[in-house]
């Protein structure tokens, strides 16, 4: 891997990230409900230049209310990690209209002393056409900021769970590494569908380094209630919560449900 690592999104899903990013109409008129809830019936290069303005970048994250939630997915050929070198640039397909800047994301890439780096537009249309998909190169301008900023709320949501922790003494958490996979269902998406909520569209699974101790996070992604005022806007909620494999994460969800 390089410090152009890609972030974390699998190929399946990216479907998933269009339909709902079309409904924003453009990267300048879109906006986010990203709500945080406590399940998911509630209402409610390193340079590299950035792809959208970060006051556009910023004004997404602000508007948007995030919800953390349950999620699982996966692909034969999922993204992740241990992948990213696989996916150039130029490969597969070349669209001359679509912007081959990366935005730099705020999420430390662990053992590097960089923060990982999203696709491009260019990437993400090239991504699709590899599986198969028939994307609209015009659509990237819009699912790009989108992603973007739900990944952007996903790590603000695990650095929420890691507060405290121990972390601190070393700079805080850092993003080991992640994998998509759209087509596995965590026990909690099982059991939350069981009761006619509906089935998160994609699942990511992401370990960080809290000083030496690794901790693996699970990371549910849903479609969100449309806010009736603003019924167009793309709508999504998140549940992020440490996993249950290991006796830390164990710790941490006990002491969450007692309020420590």
């Not at 390089?2 to 999104?9: A, Q, S």
């Not at 209209?97 to 696709?119: C, F, H, M």
Request: some cysteine; proline content about 6%.
């Amino acid at each position: 891997m390089n410090g152009e690592d890609k972030c974390p999104v699998d190929h399946a899903s990216r479907q998933a990230w269009l339909d709902q990013a079309k409904a924003a109409g453009s990267a300048a008129n879109a906006k986010l409900n990203l709500t945080t809830h406590d399940n998911p019936g509630s209402d409610t290069k390193t340079e590299a230049v950035c792809p959208v303005d970060h006051s556009a970048r910023n004004a997404l994250l602000n508007a948007s209310k995030i919800s953390s939630t349950s999620v699982s997915s996966k692909t034969p050929d999922a993204c992740s990690s241990d992948r990213l070198d696989s996916y150039s640039e130029t490969a597969a397909t070349t669209n001359g209209g679509l912007s081959q800047d990366r935005e730099v994301s705020s999420i430390p890439r662990a053992g590097t002393g960089k923060n990982w780096v999203y696709p491009s537009q260019q990437q993400f249309f090239n991504a699709m056409k590899r599986k198969n998909f028939d994307p609209n190169a015009k659509d990237m301008e819009t699912i790009i900021p989108i992603h973007n900023a739900v990944n952007e709320r996903a790590w603000m949501e695990i650095l929420k769970w890691e507060e405290g922790q121990g972390s601190e003494a070393c700079g805080g958490p850092q993003l080991v590494r992640f994998e998509g996979d759209a087509s596995k269902l965590t026990p909690t998406a099982r059991w939350n569908m069981m009761f006619g909520i509906a089935k998160p569209f994609d699942r990511h699974d992401w370990m960080i380094d809290r000083c030496g101790t690794k901790v693996e996070y699970v990371i549910d992604f849903y479609t969100g209630k449309p806010n009736p005022l603003i019924p167009e806007m793309p709508s999504f909620y998140l549940d992020v919560r440490p996993k249950l494999n290991s006796v830390e994460g164990v710790r941490m969800r006990i002491a969450k449900f007692f309020g420590f």
